[in-house]
T-cell receptor
Framework: ETGVTQSPTHLIKTRGQQVTLRCSSQSGHNTVSWYQQALGQGPQFIFQYYREEENGRGNFPPRFSGLQFPNYSSELNVNALELDDSALYLC???????????????FGEGSRLTVL | GDSVTQMEGPVTLSEEAFLTINCTYT??????LFWYVQYPGEGLQLLLK?????DKGSNKGFEATYRKETTSFHLEKGSVQVSDSAVYFC????????????FGKGTKLSVIP
């Protein structure tokens, strides 16, 4: 059973550019969530995808967007990068459709984005 | 909105010392409470959880009790090891069908031999 894998592990972009981060969910998991973890902070919820649709969204602007594919893998896209977008981006998959209340989230190691 | 407040770190302890990491929360409804751990170079892992008041979550010698009256979920371990060195995050999810976790800022623990 493979865990959650993310790519790339590190990347550097300049302000105004666009970035795509990728996530493969744990085998059999149908829900993917994305979190942003700024340095010295806890993860903040960006959005969740279930059945290829955005299921819920945190307090992030529309330039943060995502996709989920039929194999449950997912992408996070960020347009018009700003310096404050520098962070560790975490992907988490889960088995239950909507609620994390009783289940567990399985996190990847993250993609560290630096915006110069 | 929901929020989680953790004690500031970093925390440095000698091996076999007693550990407490304080966590308090603000939430609507009846939240589930979690402790996640992030070991160096690894992803976040669920350490323990409690889904209702007075529940005690436990794992790997760590314990935390869901205290509704004090809105707290403090993490404790009687005797820490060097291998417990990590960043610990308190988190919650609230409401039926909730889809997101709200995390605290994390507390870095270093255990020295």
């Amino acid at each position: 059973e493979t865990g959650v894998t993310q790519s790339p592990t590190h990347l550097i972009k300049t302000r105004g550019q666009q970035v795509t981060l990728r996530c493969s969910s744990q085998s059999g998991h149908n829900t993917v969530s994305w979190y942003q973890q700024a340095l010295g902070q806890g993860p903040q919820f960006i959005f969740q995808y279930y059945r290829e649709e955005e299921n819920g969204r945190g307090n992030f602007p529309p330039r943060f967007s995502g996709l989920q594919f039929p194999n449950y893998s997912s992408e996070l896209n960020v347009n018009a990068l700003e310096l404050d977008d520098s962070a560790l981006y975490l992907c988490a998959s889960s088995l239950r459709g909507l609620s994390v209340r009783d289940g567990e989230l399985f996190f990847g190691e993250g993609s560290r984005l630096t915006v110069l | 909105g929901d929020s989680v407040t953790q004690m500031e770190g970093p925390v440095t302890l000698s091996e076999e010392a007693f550990l407490t990491i304080n966590c308090t929360y603000t939430a609507t409804g009846y939240p589930s409470l979690f402790w996640y751990v992030q070991y160096p170079g690894e992803g976040l892992q669920l350490l323990l959880k409690a889904t209702k008041a007075d529940d005690k979550g436990s794992n790997k010698g760590f314990e935390a009790t869901y205290r509704k009256e004090t809105t707290s979920f403090h993490l404790e371990k009687g005797s820490v090891q060097v291998s417990d060195s990590a960043v610990y995050f308190c988190a919650l999810t609230s409401g039926a069908g909730s889809y997101q976790l709200t995390f605290g800022k994390g507390t870095k623990l270093s255990v020295i031999p």
